[in-house]
Every structure is written in C-alpha cells, then in structure tokens.
C-alpha cells in the first residue's frame, strides 16, 4: 500500500495542473502526513530516523522534476519544507505509538 501510495503521490506531482484545494501546502502536508503513516506501518522495525531522509529526497527529488520546464510545473522549496514538516510530525508522533504499544504488548 505504501509502494503504491508513494506512485500516486509522484504521479499527481509531476503531471501538469491536476485539480488542487485551496493550499498547495496543505496537499504536500497531507501527501506526506500519509505516507509517512503507511511507512511505518509498512516497515514496522525499521527505525523513524532511517525513514526520514528517504522523505527528505522524494520530496526533493520531487520539486527538482517539477522545475525542469517540460513538466510544466513550478517546483518550489517551501513544498519540500512542507513535505519535510509533515513526514517529521508523522513520524516522530508514530515512533512515541510505536514504543508505547510495544511496551504495552511486551508487559501482557
């Protein structure tokens, strides 16, 4: 799910103009919110700060591609600022359940 999420997210960002809400922010912040969610669900062992800089270079990698003028986007710093925000949020939030539920599931 997480694979494929990733694809859709890549898909919607290089494609010229798709349908957009109000705030390009908050569909990057949302973007990456869930991916970062189904990364941890989807690599339960591997530790927050290992997935993080993956995040760091999609989201570079993704407003590099949109600044290449075929694309017929504006790639823009701020995006990947807020993909960064939103995936650090998750991720941080995500590893604190994590340790709880494992040290819940470990005392039953």
Do not use: C, N, T
């Amino acid at each position: 799910m997480f694979w494929l999420a990733a694809l859709f997210a890549f898909v919607m960002a290089v494609i010229p103009a798709p349908p957009s809400l109000a705030s390009d922010k908050i569909e990057h912040m949302l973007a990456f919110s869930v991916l970062a969610a189904l990364s941890l669900l989807a690599y339960p062992r591997l530790p927050a700060w290992k997935i993080f800089p993956a995040f760091a270079m999609f989201g570079g990698a993704i407003e590099l591609i949109q600044a290449l003028p075929i694309v017929g986007r504006d790639g823009d710093w701020f995006d990947w600022l807020a993909d960064l925000a939103a995936a650090g949020m998750v991720l941080v939030l995500g590893s604190g359940l994590r340790r709880v539920y494992r040290r819940a599931a470990a005392s039953v």
